[in-house]
Nanobody
Framework: QVQLVESGGGLVQAGGSLRLSCTAS????????MAWFRQAPGKEREFAAG????????DAADSVKGRFTISRDNAKNTVYLQMNGLKPEDTAVYYC????????????????WGPGTQVIVSS
């Protein structure tokens, strides 16, 4: 397992942008599939975007496709989520997660989780 810490959340107006970062401890970061999940108030946690260990493959939920971009820098043990065109419905706690499996949207297959970072989008 790796230890994960997210940063970059905050309050932004609708239409604005934020970039979330997730930094991992440990020397095996590059062997993990990484993903961002989010949990809106009163809702279940849901998959937002994922990236393969080398960065060649990505996946994104339909609700964020075309607006959010996931990327990673293995030299810095960091995965990013660039969020553009933010909407009030993007308001949620965003979690970074690591999996030893290939890219998956299945929450149960992620072994390590960060504590989360809050994103609030005002209308």
């Amino acid at each position: 397992q790796v230890q994960l810490v997210e940063s970059g959340g905050g309050l932004v107006q609708a239409g604005g942008s934020l970039r979330l970062s997730c930094t991992a401890s440990g020397r095996t970061f590059s062997s993990y599939t990484m993903a961002w999940f989010r949990q809106a108030p009163g809702k279940e946690r849901e998959f937002a975007a994922g990236i393969s260990w080398g960065g060649a493959r990505t996946d994104a939920a339909d609700s964020v496709k075309g607006r959010f971009t996931i990327s990673r820098d293995n030299a810095k043990n960091t995965v990013y989520l660039q969020m553009n065109g933010l909407k009030p419905e993007d308001t949620a706690v965003y979690y970074c997660a690591a999996s030893s499996k290939i890219i998956t949207r299945e929450e149960r297959l992620y072994d390590s989780w960060g504590p989360g970072t809050q994103v609030i989008v005002s209308s």
